[in-house]
């Protein structure tokens, strides 16, 4: 069974930083592709990004693209999204996402295994 346990959030102002964590377990991730993702109120979940467990291959949304950095650390099982020069507009609730399959993909659908949730709060 797999599982995403997402931390790190939190409240910032707007231009800090915050790095969220997702621990991944019940699976060797070697042939998965991990997202992130958000959803603020009222809004659809919302792609962020993505990273290839495999080969470290990573896409953005053009949203956070050079503000937002993905990484995942091998021996820990851990995704990481680091995010910076933030925004108002990046109040959400942040989800970590897991993809069985090496292609990356923008739809939440094709993620079968989603972490709780951890609330970003950014003030003006």
């Known amino acids: 069974q797999v599982q995403l346990v997402e931390s790190g959030g939190g409240l910032v102002q707007a231009g800090g930083s915050l790095r969220l964590s997702c621990a991944a377990s019940?699976?060797?991730?070697?042939?998965?592709?991990m997202g992130w993702f958000r959803q603020a109120p009222g809004k659809e979940r919302e792609f962020i990004t993505v990273?290839?467990?495999?080969?470290?291959?990573?896409y953005y949304a053009a949203s956070v693209k050079g503000r937002f950095s993905i990484s995942r650390d091998n021996a820990k099982n851990t995704v990481y999204l680091q995010m910076n020069s933030l925004k108002p507009d990046d109040t959400a609730v942040y989800y970590c996402?897991?993809?069985?399959?090496?292609?990356?993909?923008?739809?939440?659908?094709?993620?079968?295994?989603w972490g709780q949730g951890t609330q970003v709060t950014v003030s003006s």
């Open positions: 990273i290839r467990w495999s080969d470290g291959n990573t």
């Open positions: 019940g699976r060797t991730f070697s042939r998965y592709a």
């Open positions: 996402a897991a993809r069985v399959s090496v292609g990356v993909s923008i739809t939440p659908d094709n993620y079968a295994y």
